[in-house]
Nanobody
Framework: QVHLVESGGGLVQAGGSLRLSCAAS????????MGWYRQVPGKQRELVAT???????KYADSVKGRFTISGDNAKNTVYLQMNSLKAEDTGVYYC?????????????WGQGTQVTVSS
């Protein structure tokens, strides 16, 4: 089992910055990819940034150039540095982990952390 815990959310003014952290425990070493998603009321959860299984990164178009995903393997932690925040970045941010075992994909989610950007 994999346990993901996010931290670092909060209230920030437009133009400001926040850094989210996601600490993975349990069988975190077996994860094939980790990333960040966000969700606002009434909308589907959407990809923000992720490490791909091949070791690359992928970003939503809306955050390219402003957000950076990074990781610390020694700490089993993934970060999301968010700069130049906009009101539309407001939402609950979820850490995601994916594990593929014998062709079967398993998704793991953290509890989410609220990010509110005031305009």
């Amino acid at each position: 089992q994999v346990h993901l815990v996010e931290s670092g959310g909060g209230l920030v003014q437009a133009g400001g910055s926040l850094r989210l952290s996601c600490a993975a425990s349990g069988s975190a070493f077996s994860l094939n990819a980790m990333g960040w998603y966000r969700q606002v009321p009434g909308k589907q959860r959407e990809l923000v940034a992720t490490f791909t299984a091949g070791g690359g990164t992928k970003y939503a178009d809306s955050v390219k150039g402003r957000f950076t995903i990074s990781g610390d393997n020694a700490k089993n932690t993934v970060y999301l540095q968010m700069n130049s925040l906009k009101a539309e970045d407001t939402g609950v941010y979820y850490c995601n982990g994916i594990r593929v075992t014998s062709g079967v994909l398993a998704n793991y989610w953290g509890q989410g952390t609220q990010v509110t950007v005031s305009s």
